[in-house]
């Protein structure tokens, strides 16, 4: 069965230090993956997603993200974390659905903590 | 655009209840999706649907009913709730059914089970 895992609950970085989030998949086929963020409060909001091409993917807000078949892996980075950054953030990987759509499965998510 | 909508916002119940978590998208957006928040769990999705009329279970599909009449409208219903079912509860839309569409997710509907 597909899923996605997510190995750090929570994660803490000073303000200016660089970040990787990790995330590995289990999935038969060629994945289609994603990285999602949400603030407190918030409903989630894409960063990026991967679903072929080029394994160096970029998003919104400086995040950056890796494909790597062999580690069926898809870890999110950051150069340089602002304050802001402070959310939680969701691995993804999309399948096919039974009705030609598709399903998403979610990780647990990592939650980012940024001290000053 | 109002994007993805959700009403309510927080809703409180008592173990047996039912009740009907809203959702609509102005995007004339074809697929439509709920997923539940757990602590420790991430988003499991529901139930989906790719357009109007057609609908299909995902992970933890029971408890839960939905129909999809309308392109705008995907209401998720609760036959008679228990404290199980406690959680925060997404609706989300993309434009097309492809797997790489972007999903637009709503702000999310806070229920609790008593």
């Known amino acids: 069965a597909q899923s996605v895992t997510q190995p750090d609950i929570h994660i803490t970085v000073s303000e200016g230090a660089s970040l990787e989030l990790r995330c590995n998949y289990s999935?038969?086929?060629?994945?289609?993956l994603f990285w999602y963020v949400q603030s407190p409060g918030q409903g989630l909001q894409l960063l990026l997603k991967?679903?072929?091409?080029?394994?160096l993917v970029q998003g919104i807000k400086g995040f950056e993200a890796e494909f790597k078949r062999s580690q069926s892996s898809f870890n999110l980075r950051k150069p340089s974390v602002h304050w802001s950054d402070a959310a939680e953030y969701f691995c993804?990987?999309?399948?096919?659905?039974?009705?030609?759509?598709?399903?998403?499965?979610f990780g647990a998510g990592t939650r980012l903590f940024v001290k000053a | 655009n109002a994007g993805v909508t959700q009403t309510p916002k927080f809703q409180v119940l008592k173990t047996g209840q039912s009740m009907t978590l809203q959702c609509a998208q102005d995007?004339?957006?074809?697929?439509m999706s709920w997923y539940r928040q757990d602590p420790g769990m991430g988003l499991r999705l529901i139930h989906y649907?790719?357009?109007?009329?057609?609908?299909d279970q995902g992970e933890v599909p029971n408890g839960y009913n939905v129909s999809r009449s309308t392109t705008e409208d995907f209401p998720l219903r609760l036959l008679s709730a228990a404290p199980s079912q406690t959680s925060v509860y997404f609706c989300?839309?993309?434009?097309?059914?492809?797997?790489?569409?972007?999903?637009?997710f709503g702000p999310g509907t806070r229920l609790t089970v008593l």
């Open positions: 991967y679903f072929s091409g080029d394994t």
């Open positions: 993804a990987v999309g399948t096919p659905g039974n009705t030609g759509g598709f399903k998403t499965i």
């Open positions: 999935y038969g086929a060629t994945p289609y």
């Open positions: 989300a839309s993309s434009y097309s059914r492809i797997s790489t569409d972007t999903q637009y």
């Open positions: 995007m004339n957006h074809e697929y």
């Open positions: 649907s790719v357009g109007a009329g057609i609908t």
